[in-house]
């Protein structure tokens, strides 16, 4: 048995959380010892398993601030994890003995976790490199992100073994941090099979009450958080144009993401989107916040097709569940979805335009053989490569051996 410590800066809802609680649950279930140290966690925005105390949860440093003058959150980040990771050093590590911190987004904890005692073993997962997330913005930012660029990477490299998300990710990742010679693992998240099978068995579930206005006709789903980057606005302009060209039937687009009152960005985009859908489409389209993990299985479930449009997405875990929920995939040709859709086999893979999203769009619209062709491979595909169990036997397996490579040291030593 290993005490292995997370420690995230806000456990809320997205891909980066969605990876942690998954690798939790994956360790618990090989009867490891989990916890999770975070600096926000709120549990009416938070996935299930952090909330009803299948998995346990502290918090510390949240009243210290997360900008300044509405600016320097990335300095602000830095400042709050440090918080936690002297707070994990002096009172959690030495009271619980705790074996292996894992920990992700936020490397600047690494060198204070270093200094506990017993010194564990440090793993550090990383989504993409956060320098490449800020936005460019002018010189003067330019000058703020350089020591914080800096940082990132060296204290990187501090960890004991470090992870990434994709094949894309890692070359990315050796291309920015040149400094960092050893060779990250990649360990691909995986998709919790075990939820949407159980899901599939219940016949109680509360249908929505906009399912009610859908009627029989097709549905998009688009699900993302409300970010930019994200770029549902091309999901809304491709349905748009195809919604145009078409005299009756029309079909129906569903968007549905993670939305924080707390983040400037999720606000102003949501209502950005709101607009858009008033100038374009607002008949055909319906917008939702943070819908919970039971409404989005029923969104899955209802959906004859799911749209993914961020650009160069690091891995991105919603093309895994409309797969397994046998759906056809419509994404853009770049990043992770290169590495878990097969073009013309499980869906699409798109230029990021309209005219490549609505040539893709109208060939699976009534198209219910090549859906059903397209989602039926799909699914086999994620229990093949992805599978809870696999991503769940190979990170138990990283853990173990980076503990028994230390103890090992350590005889050699004595």
Not at 246 to 273: A, C, M, Q, W
Not at 283 to 305: G, H, W, Y
Not at 362 to 377: F, H, I, T
Request: neutral net charge; glycine residues 6%.
């Amino acid at each position: 048995m290993v005490r292995v410590l997370f420690l995230h800066p806000d456990l809320g809802i997205g891909g980066a959380e969605r990876l942690v609680v998954d690798s939790a649950i994956a360790l618990k279930e090989y009867g490891h010892q989990v916890g999770f140290l975070t600096n926000h966690h709120d549990k009416n925005h938070c996935f299930e398993e952090t909330a009803d105390g299948s998995l346990r949860v502290e918090v510390v440093g949240d009243w210290l601030p997360r900008k300044l003058f509405g600016r320097f959150y990335a300095f602000c980040a830095y400042f709050r994890m440090i918080y936690a990771a002297v707070y994990a050093t002096f009172c959690i590590i030495p009271k619980e003995r705790v074996d292996v911190i894992f920990c992700d987004q936020v490397s600047v904890a690494i060198p204070v976790l270093r200094f506990a005692r017993p010194r564990p073993k440090i793993i550090f997962y990383c989504h993409f490199p956060d320098q490449l997330l800020s936005k460019k913005e002018g010189y003067l930012k330019s000058l703020y992100r350089w020591p914080i660029n800096i940082v990132e990477e060296l204290t990187i490299k501090m960890a004991d073994k470090i992870l990434v998300n994709s094949k894309f990710t890692l070359k990315v990742f050796q291309e920015t941090f040149r400094r960092i010679h050893h060779c990250p693992d990649v360990l691909y998240p995986s998709l919790n099979t075990k939820y949407f099978d159980e899901m599939e068995k219940k016949h109680n579930l509360e249908t929505p009450t906009y399912f009610r206005n859908l009627g029989d006709c097709y549905v998009y789903l688009d699900i993302n958080r409300f970010e930019r980057k994200k770029n549902h606005q091309l999901a809304i302009e491709s349905f748009h144009e195809l919604s145009t060209s078409l005299s009756d039937n029309k079909p129906r687009l569903i968007i549905t993401g993670g939305y924080d009152e707390r983040v400037n960005e999720n606000v102003e985009h949501f209502n950005e989107l709101k607009d858009l859908i008033k100038e374009t489409d607002k008949e055909n389209v319906i917008l939702l916040r943070s819908s919970s993990d039971d409404e989005k299985f029923q969104l899955l479930r209802r959906a004859q097709c799911l749209l993914y449009t961020p650009i160069d997405e690091h891995f991105g875990i919603v093309p895994l569940e409309g797969m397994y929920m046998s759906k056809p995939i419509i994404a853009i040709n770049s990043g992770g979805p290169t590495e878990t859709i097969v073009h013309n086999e499980t869906g699409f893979l798109c230029e990021p335009n309209k005219a490549s999203f609505v040539e893709a769009m109208k060939a699976v619209l009534g198209n219910n053989a090549l859906c059903e062709r397209m989602g039926a491979k799909g699914r086999k595909r994620v229990q093949q490569k992805f599978s809870f169990e696999a991503f769940s036997k190979k990170l138990d397996g990283i853990v173990r051996d980076i503990v028994e490579c230390d103890n090992r040291t350590t005889k050699k030593t004595e």
